[in-house]
């Protein structure tokens, strides 16, 4: 006997994405038994970016159900009884380990058979692990990854296990940085290791980096940059005991906690779909190269309209606005009508300790660093208010604007002047950068 189940709508993966398209799909008509969401992890969809933040707290940490998706946006918090009520099939813990597009199925690891009309691709990104580089000893225990609530749960767990003990984090993007003050306000001695000159390379200018570098100097972390990771040595029972950097440093550590980024899960699709840029190509509808199949989230290599060019996000406001997005563009085609292309103005954000940081727009061109007009100690580390910025400008025009510590008014603001790329005038931006937000 084959087992084998039809779905009209299979969204593969359970993250944010998945949750945001089911949100959209009861919004725009769904029939009972209508939408099936198989994911590997064992619970709904969940807003992931808690994962690093108040996850890991050590009073009162978060945990589901309170982060359920769609808390993240201040939308109804969907429960597994939500996807029963609206007879929505939430299989979980099942990974699919083969895909066939041409016969529209997918099969489970246990060999179970998953039919579909049209298939919807979510499945994230996975964490690069050092063992994928050779790096020696990377297989000792307590080395641990951060992309699942299972990853989660086993850093919870290290960290009771190891407390007060010392933590290396190596990495310095959006994990690094939240982890390394995580494992700090979990009273860790923490060390952070990174071959950048200066943290959040891909975003920060040597100016911001520098705020954040000396604010967690001044919370206890020791940052160690320019060097990688070349091995580990774990004591008797297998347990990570030191790392041992390019630079010949040798670090004792309790704890290692790897975030050198991600890579997008498109593995079982490949030779399938057309992709690119490392994604799976779609168009502003998040439509596949494959009659009926769409692609959103961090996988999709999208029309980025406003920049004229194909881009991959991985951040979660994309990955549930592209959900909606190839929700609507799906219904939208069955009823004969058709939608707005995607028309996207990145927009990343990060909290640790106190602080608050949004990015809206590009970082590309000359940045121009702005501060308060009133108190310019605002940008020094040791500030009990930390408030500063940067526009970044390009052909001109104010293409991408950083704020740290803004009000949600002022956030909004250098929002709309990353969409509305006004013409630059530089000390203009750079004497009264906060309050030229407050005009848009
Ligand atoms: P995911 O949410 O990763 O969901 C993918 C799902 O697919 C997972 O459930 C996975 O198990 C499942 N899956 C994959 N392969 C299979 C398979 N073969 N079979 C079955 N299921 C499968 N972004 C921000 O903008 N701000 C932040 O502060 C922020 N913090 C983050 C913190 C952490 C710890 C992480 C990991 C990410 C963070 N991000 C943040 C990024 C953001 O969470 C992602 O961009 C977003 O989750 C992408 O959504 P997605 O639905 O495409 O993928």
Redesign the pocket.
């Known amino acids: 006997i084959i087992d084998k189940k039809n779905f009209k709508y299979i969204i ?7 949750g945001y398209a089911a949100m959209e799909f009861t919004r725009q008509g769904l029939q009972p038994g209508e939408l099936a969401i ?4 064992a619970v709904a969809p969940y807003e ?2 808690a ?2 933040k108040s996850y890991l707290f050590p009073n009162e940490p978060a945990r589901l159900p309170s982060f359920h998706v769609c808390a993240g946006s201040g939308g109804e918090r969907l429960l597994p009884k939500w996807y029963e009520e609206k007879g929505i099939e939430l299989i979980l813990g ?4 083969k895909a066939n597009l041409a016969s529209k199925t997918l099969i489970s690891a246990s060999g179970k058979i998953y039919a579909y009309q049209i298939l919807i691709i ?4 996975t964490a690069v692990k050092l063992t994928d580089f050779g790096v020696q000893g990377a297989d000792a225990k307590n080395i641990c990854y ?3 609530i299972s990853d989660a749960d086993k850093l919870v767990e290290t960290i009771k296990t190891k407390q007060k003990g010392k933590a290396v984090v190596i990495g310095a993007g ?2 690094g940085l ?1 982890v390394g003050a995580a494992m700090t306000i979990n009273e860790f001695d923490v060390s952070m290791v990174y071959p950048e000159p200066w943290c959040m390379a891909g975003l920060f200018t040597p100016a911001i980096a520098s705020f954040y570098e000396g604010y967690y100097a001044n919370k206890g972390v020791k940052i160690i940059k320019g060097t990688v990771a070349v091995g580990f040595e774990a004591d008797s029972n297998g347990q990570v005991k030191t790392v041992k950097l390019k630079n010949g440093e040798v670090l004792q550590a309790d704890i290692v906690v790897v975030g050198v980024g991600g890579s997008p ?1 498109t593995a ?1 699709f490949k030779g399938q779909v057309e992709e690119e840029k490392g994604g799976i190509k779609t168009d502003g509808f998040f439509r596949t190269s494959v009659q009926e199949v769409y692609a ?4 999709a290599t999208f029309p980025m309209k406003l920049y004229s060019d194909m881009r991959r996000v ?4 994309h ?1 549930r606005k592209s959900a909606q997005q190839a929700v609507k563009a799906i219904k939208a085609s069955e009823d004969g009508k058709s939608i707005q292309e995607y028309d996207y103005l990145p927009f ?3 909290r640790f300790f106190d602080l608050s940081w949004v990015f809206y727009g590009d970082n590309v061109g000359e940045p121009v660093l702005f501060q308060d007009i009133q108190d310019n100690s605002t940008t020094r580390p040791s500030s009990t208010k930390p408030k500063f910025g940067t526009y970044w400008i390009h052909n001109g025009k104010v293409v991408g604007a950083f704020l740290e510590g803004g009000t949600a008014e002022e956030n909004k603001g250098i929002a709309n002047i990353a969409w509305l790329q006004p013409e630059a005038k530089e000390d203009l931006l750079e004497k009264i950068g906060m309050l030229i937000a407050g005009l848009y």
């Open positions: 593969l993966g359970g993250g944010v994405a998945a198989i994911s590997k992890e992931r970016p994962l690093s099942t990974e699919i380990v979510a499945t994230g990104s951060l992309r699942e959006y994990i939240e899960v079982l959103v989230g961090d996988v991985e951040h979660v406001d990955a990343f954000y990060s």
